[in-house]
């Protein structure tokens, strides 16, 4: 919580000094394609001992939301963000396919620079709110933490007032959802920090 606290203090800084260069704001949407980690079942009668850990299938989510972007210096910029997501994949587990499906509020604060004409580079800390999780067929508890911290890095195009980027989220803050079935004494967790390429598009309003 400290450390999002630090990130959301830096955003707002950042941002009041960017409004002496002008800040834009816009609209956003676009695809994710990855995962969110592994899936491990364990005997509850022994020890909880291993019996399966099982990585993830990368499947395609989506998101949309809104940024704001300021202009610290001619080519460096502060683009704060504020975006709907929804992250899926899939185990595949005794002949049968599970999906996991994680809906959240993503919070990326981007510094980012230009390199030349409409490219840019940009990277930063993501602030995450995990607002449900849900594992087919297994009824899985919440999350352990509910506000998460994952870095975002990537780079994009500025073309007028439309623009589009791709980037690499991490999960940074380790996470996992349990379950317990105790028909068959066995307990499941499953990771769910994103692990995942994402490509926006975006309209300057």
């Known amino acids: 919580m ?6 959301l203090l830096i955003a707002y800084a950042c941002t009041v000094a960017a409004q002496d260069n002008g800040v834009n704001f816009g609209v956003k949407a676009g695809l994710n394609y990855g995962d969110n980690g592994k899936i491990e079942i364990s005997d509850v009668a022994d020890a909880g001992s291993n019996i399966l850990s099982e990585n993830a ?3 395609v989510g989506y998101h949309l939301g809104v940024f704001l972007r300021g202009n610290i210096t001619n080519s460096i910029y502060i ?3 504020l975006q709907y997501t929804q992250n899926s994949s899939s185990y595949d587990i005794d002949n049968t396919t599970l999906s ?3 809906k959240k509020l993503d919070a990326p604060i981007l510094v980012g620079a230009t390199v030349i004409g409409p490219l840019h580079v940009f990277g930063g800390p993501s602030l995450q709110y995990i607002v449900d999780n849900d594992l087919e067929d297994v009824r899985l508890g919440d999350v352990k933490n509910e506000f998460t911290v994952g870095l975002q ?3 994009g195009l500025q073309l007028g007032r439309l623009n589009a980027d791709i980037r690499y989220e991490r999960g940074l803050s380790d996470n996992q959802a349990q379950a317990i079935d105790d028909n068959l004494g066995q307990t499941v967790r499953v990771d769910s920090r994103p692990n995942q390429l994402i490509l926006s598009v975006g309209l300057d309003l």
């Open 2 to 7: 400290k450390n999002v606290l630090m990130c």
């Open 153 to 155: 890095f990537g780079v």
């Open 100 to 102: 996991y499906t994680i």
């Open 57 to 59: 299938n990368d499947r």
């Open 79 to 81: 683009k704060p963000e």
